[in-house]
């Protein structure tokens, strides 16, 4: 019986890990995309950028998700689960993401790109070069705050019929009655999905360490 | 002809004149310094010149080409002229061997091994080739110049410009940077430096620009500049020293 529940809730934690890693992947490429798109575009696609993040992070991840799945087929798009997942929680995320990465871009020594630019570096290699390298740099922390809460909105996949670990553990408790000790472990088999990531970001953060980069 | 003529420049910013009808001439081989009282537009003159302000108007001739013109190719311009600033400048992510590499790989094309011998070559001359794997965070103030020159001689460039290359270094540090900058100036390497430090001028220049209210209060030796104790402009801006 608890071997049974055990890997019953392992398949879900299957399933969760996809959901972190497919919206933070969007959610990360959003955010990229929408950096850049600032940085290189002119003030009215600026605009129209900041107005989409505005309204991305005011709507609750499960309306936007319910536009997306149950909204769309209505005018003829049918959307995959897994998909719908990426274009809700991913997009929003993505706009937190692409207001992490404005502030690490700000953080960038503006002497460093006069310099750079003096010396006939274009503004997409300036860019590319200079800025993108920081900005990941400064943006680790705020990076692994959006992850997590990628992961913490997963339990929302259930409702468009993914059977995440949380979807498993209203079933199990369904049928077994043991409410207690199966949220609790699903509790911790979250925690060490978060572990993991964590442990995931601080390898690569490590990779690209600088000493006193940040201290300046 | 001279490498640098400046003629009759101009820059606005709506009703306020920054420079006004700035004229001069750099010879190559020649280093000139630019003072003046805070204010009176000499870093706004320097940028102006490598077109990283665009004068409003006047003419700028740099190897005897006009490139205030429409279409000018300013990213060739700016690889012919380098650029020191008054904070290094250096970035951060890179380690000095990269800072210096870095314009010469992806600018000039050149392979890796080749752009590291002349970086090496750059930073042993400013004595800072011990420490080509140091990242700009664990250099001193005069380290970080010293890698900031080094990066920008390593362009080979057509003549350097200073632009308060002290002001931010103590008195150790200045000391250190102005016995590289004056060898420079003695290897006749072509020096454009905007500074308010009267030694370094002393070590590197040929003749001063006096620059007072965005106009050209006089050129002269600094010597004679010194000497004119009875103009109060200039007798302000050196305070009785001399």
């Not at chain 1, 536009?67 to 997009?91: H, K, R």
């Not at chain 2, 992806?106 to 420490?131: F, G, Q, S, T």
């Not at chain 2, 250190?176 to 072509?190: G, H, M, Q």
Request: proline share 4%; glycine share 8%; with cysteine.
């Amino acid at each position: 019986m608890f071997v049974e529940i055990l890997l019953t809730l392992l398949k879900g934690a299957g399933y969760t890990l996809l959901i972190t890693l497919s919206c933070g992947s969007t959610a990360l490429v959003v955010g990229l995309g929408i950096a850049i798109a600032r940085e290189l575009g002119g003030a009215w696609i600026s605009s129209v950028l900041s107005a989409l993040v505005y309204v991305l992070r005011g709507v609750p991840m499960l309306v936007l998700l319910f536009v997306v799945f149950f909204g769309l087929p209505g005018i003829g798009f049918d959307v995959p689960p897994m998909l719908a997942m990426m274009l809700s929680l991913g997009l929003i995320s993505g706009a937190y993401l692409s207001e992490v990465f404005r502030g690490a871009l700000a953080a960038i020594n503006p002497n460093e790109v006069l310099a750079a630019k003096s010396m006939g570096f274009t503004r997409f290699e300036i860019l590319r070069l200079i800025k993108i390298p920081q900005m990941m740099r400064f943006s680790v922390p705020g990076i692994v705050n959006e992850l997590t809460t990628v992961l913490k909105y997963s339990p929302f996949a259930y409702t468009v019929g993914i059977p995440e670990i949380t979807k498993q553990a209203m079933a199990l408790v369904a049928t077994t009655l043991r409410g207690l000790e199966i949220y609790a472990a699903i509790g911790l088999i979250y925690f060490a999905i978060y572990r993991l990531l964590l442990a995931a970001v601080r390898i690569i953060e490590k990779r690209y360490s600088i000493t006193g980069f940040a201290q300046e | 002809m001279a490498l640098l003529e400046v003629n009759n420049l101009v820059k606005s910013y709506g009703d306020r004149t920054v420079l006004d009808g700035i004229s001069f001439a750099l010879e190559e081989g020649e280093a000139k310094v630019i003072m003046g009282p805070s204010g009176c537009g000499k870093s706004t003159l320097l940028r102006c010149l490598n077109l990283l302000i665009e004068p409003t108007s006047g003419a700028i001739l740099f190897d005897g080409e006009d490139v205030t013109r429409p279409g000018v190719d300013v990213r060739a311009l700016r690889s012919r002229i380098g650029f020191v600033f008054q904070n290094f400048a250096l970035y951060r992510h890179l380690s000095v061997l990269e800072n210096v590499t870095l314009a010469l790989r992806r600018l000039k094309k050149i392979p890796k091994r080749e752009a590291e011998e002349r970086a090496l070559h750059e930073l042993d001359r400013m004595e800072m080739a011990d420490k080509r794997d140091a990242y700009p965070a664990a250099l001193s103030g005069g380290q970080s110049q010293r890698a900031a020159i080094a990066r920008a001689l390593a362009m080979d460039p057509k003549v350097l410009f200073f632009d308060e290359p002290t002001s931010a270094l103590d008195p150790i540090m200045v000391r250190e940077v102005v016995t590289l900058i004056n060898r420079l100036y003695l290897d006749n390497v072509t020096i454009l430096c905007v500074t308010h430090d009267l030694c370094l001028a002393r070590y590197i220049s040929d003749r001063v620009v006096f620059l007072d209210h965005g106009r050209i209060y006089a050129e002269d030796l600094i010597e004679n500049l010194l000497d004119r104790d009875a103009d109060p402009v200039i007798d302000e801006f050196f305070g009785g020293e001399g």
